[in-house]
């Protein structure tokens, strides 16, 4: 085919196009969103016929008193805009029996079409074949389809090509690690990340490759900025998997270097004074092993949940609650959240009478360095015995 006659056109990223010059749409006061809009369905939908009735239903629909003028009137401005685009191309959208198409005599490729059919074939190739084919396939994915059109009909679409994308990634990921192509790892977590930040998979692939870069100290920003960033939207804690790759790193930027220096990190680990702050998941490990221990040599320990209620703000009165715990619980008590205003505290070795005078001091010292804050703090105890399984449900 002719090359002036095969017409191609960017979805992924910024809307581009051309036959072999690419440029980028530039919209005016004269466009539109809506223009625009109009424009890349006719595009995404250039394999078939598309009748009047589908354009007025998607774009016209209860908003229209004419809208047979209104889909006239935007088919002469896009068949405008196109000669724009494409210089000495004519009548591109042809008129055919109560439906338009593209002119059959032009092609058009789109690299939307070709990431998806390139993903299907790189798919049914075998083992690690597939996914070298799919590491060549990833760059074609520039950005979102069709980044900057909000309209009901491109989101779904939006959302197919972003998980197409990830799932790819997921893929390679795993041969990337085996062949040690760290920076190339590192490259496909961050896009993959801007997508869907929330995924654990991609912050651990990205901090085992900034270790093996030699960057602990960049994974460690990374895990942080993900947990504070988890814990704004979900008000969920990384996975203990992320927190082991995070205590790697922090080991490595201290520079270990032996088996010494790796017991040491082990069981020396440097202390600040405070309670030890932790997921909720080491939270429970810790206190299963508390249980034992109980089981074995007899004693208690008594399980606390703080909750805040009244007039609260969150973001701020639990940073407040978390510091008055960590700085007046000892350092060995282990402290996790709960939710956005609650946490969960155990006193080792502590009947719940003693439990009681501890809760009373950290409510005086909450209310000495928050004098203004207007939110209220409850305390719920339980006992930790050995012959009673204690969850956080009976608190």
Avoid at 167 to 185: F, N, S, T, Y
Avoid at 312 to 318: F, G, K, L, R, Y
Avoid at 334 to 340: G, S
């Amino acid at each position: 085919m002719n090359e002036n006659r095969i017409i191609r056109f960017g979805l992924l990223g910024s809307f581009s196009w051309g036959n072999g010059e690419n440029g980028k749409w530039k919209q005016n006061a004269a466009s539109g969103r809506k223009a625009l809009s109009f424009l890349q369905y006719l595009i995404v939908n250039h394999t078939r016929n598309i009748s009047a009735e589908e354009l007025i239903d998607r774009f016209w629909s209860q908003r229209s008193s004419d809208p047979i003028n209104a889909l006239r009137s935007m088919l002469f401005k896009v068949r405008k805009y196109l000669r724009e685009m494409f210089p000495g191309q004519e009548n591109m959208i042809v008129t055919l029996q109560g439906c338009y198409a593209w002119d059959p005599a032009l092609r058009l490729e789109l690299d939307s079409e070709q990431f998806e059919q390139a993903c299907i074939k790189a798919r049914r190739q075998q083992g690690e074949a597939g996914a070298e084919t799919l590491s060549q396939v990833l760059p074609l994915y520039k950005g979102d389809f069709l980044a900057g059109n909000d309209s009901d009909w491109a989101i779904p679409m939006r959302q197919y090509y972003q998980t197409l994308y990830l799932d790819a990634c997921r893929e390679v990921l795993p041969l990337l690690q085996k062949q040690e192509r760290w920076m190339e790892m590192v490259a496909v977590c961050e896009q993959a990340q801007n997508i869907d930040f929330a995924a654990e998979d991609f912050v651990a692939h990205r901090m085992q490759a900034l270790i093996s870069l030699g960057q602990s100290a960049r994974a460690a920003e990374q895990y942080e900025q993900f947990r504070d960033q988890l814990w704004e939207e979900f008000q969920i804690a990384p996975s203990e998997h992320v927190e082991q790759i995070y205590a790697l790193a922090m080991g490595m930027s201290r520079g270990i270097q032996g088996n010494e220096d790796i017991l040491k990190m082990v069981t020396e680990e440097e202390s600040d004074g405070r309670a030890f702050f932790c997921n909720f998941r080491i939270f429970q490990k810790i206190v299963a092993l508390e249980r034992r221990h109980i089981d074995r040599d007899g004693g208690v320990s008594t399980l606390v949940v703080v909750r805040l209620s009244n007039k609260v703000i969150p973001a701020t009165d639990a940073k407040r609650l978390e510091r008055i715990l960590l700085d007046g619980l000892r350092a060995g008590d282990p402290v996790a959240r709960l939710d956005a205003t609650s946490y969960i505290l155990m006193l080792t070795g502590t009947t719940e009478e003693n439990a009681q005078l501890v809760t009373e001091r950290l409510e005086k010292a909450f209310r000495r360095a928050y004098s203004h804050s207007k939110a209220c703090i409850s305390f719920r105890m339980s006992p930790l015995e050995a012959e009673r399984k204690v969850s956080v449900e009976n608190l």
